[in-house]
């Protein structure tokens, strides 16, 4: 070739994509797919009631049909509130289905929470199951928005009274079961609305696009190895990050979806047992209620159970108890800006000859990227220069792939800081290891400064969870004259256990570094969100009015 010359790419072949080489990603095609394949593989168990693959495809294009007929479409948000039933599992397909947005809602919050949410979203629809009637009711009446309101009569003897303008079985049975939906016309056209916690202040509507639903599913199947014909327990409320993605996941393998409407031990353990239960996922309280269950709460199952764990990072000692009472953990770290779990502790073989406790050590770690995610760094919040990998030094984890938010709903500002400089900032602190593997240390906002040294919260909570007596543990910073801040205890004992302040204290002398020693302990229940996830910031509050003395 000719100096100068021009250079063609003989692979740009100067042809646009079409309809047979380019279809936008959707997890909306894995129904029809194993409904085609799997007909009558059952699909969903809620109590006695089941659902074949064929029932649920059909429902699913019902209820878009219905939605369509009242006028849904792209641009709509459809709101729903529901414990985790056959009818939240057919909003994750029959209202994006149509175009519209799908708004799982918490039924944690109170009735001014879900009115904001419902304005703010701009709900034109909202489901509601009868048992969280009261305070949708009254959500209603607070809202601006006036959305029309449809019945989940699910379980009756749990219910409220009916509010709605017509029933979820005879609205859908006016749908065509027949109903031809296109999929979404960009794979980044937004598939559901999900809202962060709030613990201070209004919550951020988080957008997910369909893209991002598709890849993040397969990436939970991916990592987990989750095989075709799983039997998924769902313990982990739909609401939350659509369920991690798993609404779409296990239906992509032809799972069986065993729903429970309340979290409650008993429930789990005949779940498990009846249905042979595969595979679970659980925040480390749900995992915390398991191993401190009573014994006629529990029930003998000859199987391994699969449990993937997230939210805040389960103490080793509460690891170890689940794999002893023969559960298998998969420890994954997310955030609901990243659709759920995108990353998660890859496990060596070799690890397996190692110690219990140091076993229990290693999988706690936050590991490593998802498949299905790009970028996974630790690095200064302000230079985005990466950390040494020595396992010490602290930094801000950040996030970059198809699997980070397509931003918060109208708000822009709050967008484009959380995504500067081409990388998600999760806003939680920690160290990468030499072998690639994150461990989160604590929040920016809950790490302790005392005397000038860092302490993590997170490791502090790790040694009292281990003592036989502690059930919960949650740590925070109390003001203090002579060093800033200590640390300042927080603390559970399990039902019929006895342990004073003193122990404790004496019991983390002997397990950590005199200087991280919590200086104060306090007994009680703690304080949550809707979500689960312990309120440090009132325990702060707390923290800073208490009048004893710190050591005492």
Request: hydrophobic share 40%.
């Amino acid at each position: 070739m000719e100096q100068g010359a021009q250079t063609v790419n003989p692979y740009d072949l100067g042809l646009e994509r079409n309809a047979a080489n380019f279809v936008a990603l959707s997890p909306l095609s894995f129904l029809p797919r194993t409904a085609a394949i799997f007909p009558d593989r059952i699909a969903c168990i809620a109590g006695e009631r089941r659902l074949t693959y064929r029932q649920l495809d059909e429902r699913s294009r019902r209820l878009a049909s219905a939605l369509r007929a009242r006028g849904l479409g792209p641009g709509d948000t459809v709101a729903i509130l529901s414990p985790n039933t056959p009818a939240m599992l057919e909003a994750h397909y029959g209202v994006p289905m149509t175009g519209a947005v799908l708004n799982a809602l918490n039924y944690r919050l109170d009735a001014a929470s879900i009115a904001f949410i419902l304005d703010h979203g701009e709900a034109k629809v909202l489901f509601v199951d009868r048992a969280y009637s009261g305070p949708a009711s009254d959500a209603l009446k607070r809202a601006s928005v006036r959305p029309f309101v449809i019945d989940i009569d699910d379980a009756p003897e749990e219910g409220g009274a009916l509010i709605g303008e017509i029933g979820y079985e005879r609205f859908i049975a006016s749908g065509d079961p027949s109903f031809i939906y296109a999929g979404p016309g960009d794979e980044w056209d937004a598939i559901a609305l999900n809202y962060t916690s709030g613990t201070t202040g209004n919550p951020k509507g988080v957008v997910y696009h369909h893209r991002g639903a598709y890849l993040n599913a397969l990436g939970n199947a991916l990592i987990w190895g989750l095989p075709q014909g799983s039997i998924y327990l769902w313990t982990l409320p739909m609401f939350h990050c659509n369920g991690w993605c798993f609404p779409w996941t296990v239906t992509a393998l032809a799972g069986t979806h065993v729903c429970l409407r309340k979290v409650e031990t008993r429930a789990i353990f005949e779940a498990i047992e009846r249905h042979k239960v595969t595979h679970f996922c659980g925040a480390p309280i749900v995992l915390n209620m398991l191993i401190n269950a009573r014994p006629e709460e529990m029930t003998r199952f000859e199987h391994k159970v699969n449990v993937m764990t997230a939210a805040a990072p389960p103490p080793p000692a509460v690891i170890a108890r689940m794999e002893a009472a023969g559960f298998s953990i998969t420890h994954t770290y997310g955030l609901t800006e990243v659709y759920g779990p995108v990353t998660y502790c890859a496990w060596h073989e070799e690890w397996d000859e190692r110690a219990p406790d140091e076993r229990a050590r290693l999988r706690s770690r936050q590991g490593v990227p998802y498949v299905t995610l790009e970028g996974l760094m630790v690095a200064d919040g302000k230079t985005l220069k990466p950390v040494p990998a020595d396992g010490a030094t602290m930094g801000e984890v950040f996030m970059r792939g198809n699997t980070v938010m397509k931003g918060y709903l109208k708000n822009p500002k709050a967008t484009v800081e959380a995504l500067s400089g081409g990388w998600f900032h999760t806003g939680d602190l920690g160290v990468m290891h030499p072998d690639g593997y994150i461990e989160l240390k604590d929040r920016a906002k809950d790490i302790i400064i005392s005397g000038g040294e860092n302490i993590s919260t997170i490791e502090v909570e790790g040694v009292l969870y281990r003592h036989p007596a502690v059930i919960e543990a949650a740590v925070v910073a109390r003001p203090d004259e002579k060093w800033g801040e200590t640390p300042c205890a927080f603390v559970t004992l399990k039902p019929g256990a006895e342990a004073t302040a003193a122990q404790l204290m004496a019991f983390c002398r002997e397990n950590m570094a005199h200087y991280k020693l919590p200086r104060t302990v306090v007994f009680g229940p703690l304080p949550k969100t809707s979500t689960g996830k312990v309120q440090k910031y009132v325990l702060r509050e707390r923290a800073a009015k208490l009048d004893t003395p710190a050591g005492a």
